[in-house]
């Protein structure tokens, strides 16, 4: 039976940044070291499902470095991000999804996340509402420019109606703006 783990990225062992590296298969990160790893998401935390022996079957990543600016006014969410199955269609990423919304809520986290319009049938299984379309509306600094997100979908993990009233509320004319506090992404 599969269990459910949550580690601060410090307490990561580099065995497992770099099953987490594999999982996530960017080609950028492939090489990164343990300490850059950490130091890069330093304010994440991993949320795991494991079997018995401990082998990673999928994982995801919380961030506690996630605001938007909407109508000149920061917000603060955790986002969520990085989900990784290391078996594809044996339900672990469902479990763990389904995992990561009860934590979340316990702890009355501000929770959003984004996928492309491909993920909509397995955030549809999950449970989890996305505000669609929705994403393309948020914007990112880059190089003194603003620049769209290519994702489509909010996925709302835990948010207070006032949040979501405004994510829901995003269109050309009401944007969001992502404020990046340091490198983490």
């Known amino acids: 039976m599969?269990?459910?783990?949550?580690?601060?990225?410090?307490?990561?062992?580099?065995?497992?940044?770099?099953?987490?590296?594999d999982l996530w298969n960017i080609d950028s990160w492939k090489f990164m070291e343990?300490?850059?790893f950490r130091s890069r998401f330093r304010q994440s935390e991993i949320h795991f499902l494991?079997?018995?022996?401990?082998?990673?079957?999928?994982?995801?990543?919380?961030?506690?470095?996630f605001?938007?600016?909407?109508?000149?006014?920061?917000?603060?969410f955790t986002e969520f991000a990085g989900l990784a199955s290391a078996q594809k269609h044996k339900g672990f990423g469902l479990m763990l999804v389904k995992h990561i919304i009860e934590n979340i809520q316990q702890r009355n986290l501000d929770s959003i996340g984004f996928c492309d319009k491909k993920l909509r049938p397995f955030y549809d299984k999950s449970g989890v509402t996305l505000i669609h379309d929705?994403?393309?509306?948020?914007?990112?600094?880059?190089?003194?420019?603003?620049?769209?997100?290519?994702?489509?979908?909010?996925?709302?993990?835990?948010?207070?109606?006032?949040h979501y009233r405004q994510l829901v509320g995003l269109d050309e004319q009401n944007i969001a703006i992502l404020i990046l506090q340091d490198k983490e992404l």
């Open 2 to 21: 599969p269990f459910y783990n949550i580690k601060p990225v410090d307490d990561l062992t580099s065995l497992e940044i770099l099953l987490i590296l």
């Open 34 to 36: 343990p300490s850059e």
């Open 50 to 65: 494991k079997d018995e022996k401990g082998s990673i079957l999928c994982i995801a990543r919380i961030s506690f470095n």
């Open 67 to 76: 605001t938007l600016m909407i109508s000149g006014a920061d917000h603060y």
């Open 134 to 162: 929705a994403a393309g509306f948020i914007f990112q600094q880059a190089d003194g420019e603003l620049v769209k997100s290519s994702l489509d979908d909010i996925i709302v993990v835990n948010l207070k109606d006032s």
